[in-house]
């Protein structure tokens, strides 16, 4: 019994620290890198990497919209109108921050899009779900524009 209960502890201790490893710096690189990797083509006017990345049950908030949208059929939707209008000569993410707790992480940033001399500046949350697929997926994005012109 005792070399059961042994075995137990010493899978259930192997067990956390593997998760520790998952929800630390790794985490935090796999999630930047998404994230960069689909605003790179977003910024090309491709929205096809955001739709990959986003689940099929994702809601989605922007100041554009006046209700959420539900769903990956309705983010494609509202997508498909923008497809190749977007040109973004260059972006910055500040101040990326991550935090994640079992299957789930929760990325947010500033950013700042540059056409020529201009700047749009803008708060992105996006809450990421680690399916059983291994795949990080999009459940909830949430835009807002920094400091919104008073009307």
């Not at 998952?22 to 960069?36: C, P, R, S």
């Not at 990797?37 to 922007?62: H, I, R």
């Not at 999009?138 to 919104?148: A, N």
Request: aromatic letters at 12%; one cysteine or more.
């Amino acid at each position: 019994m005792a070399k059961q209960t042994f075995l137990f502890v010493s899978f259930l201790m192997y067990s956390i620290m593997s998760f520790s490893q998952t929800t630390g710096d790794n985490v935090t690189q796999t999630i930047i890198a998404l994230e960069k990797n689909a605003l790179e083509k977003w910024n090309q006017g491709d929205p096809d990497e955001y739709l990959a990345l986003s689940a099929d049950n994702v809601t989605y908030f922007d100041p554009s919209i006046e209700r959420r949208l539900d769903g990956l059929e309705a983010l494609k939707k509202y997508y498909e109108p923008v497809r190749g209008l977007v040109h973004v000569s260059k972006y910055e993410m500040l101040d990326p921050q991550v935090c994640a707790s079992e299957g789930m992480a929760v990325l947010t940033y500033n950013l700042h899009s540059y056409l020529d001399s201009e700047v749009s500046k803008w708060n992105c949350t996006e809450v990421y779900k680690l399916e059983k697929d291994g795949k990080w997926k999009i459940v909830h994005t949430h835009w807002s524009y920094i400091k919104p012109e008073l009307k």
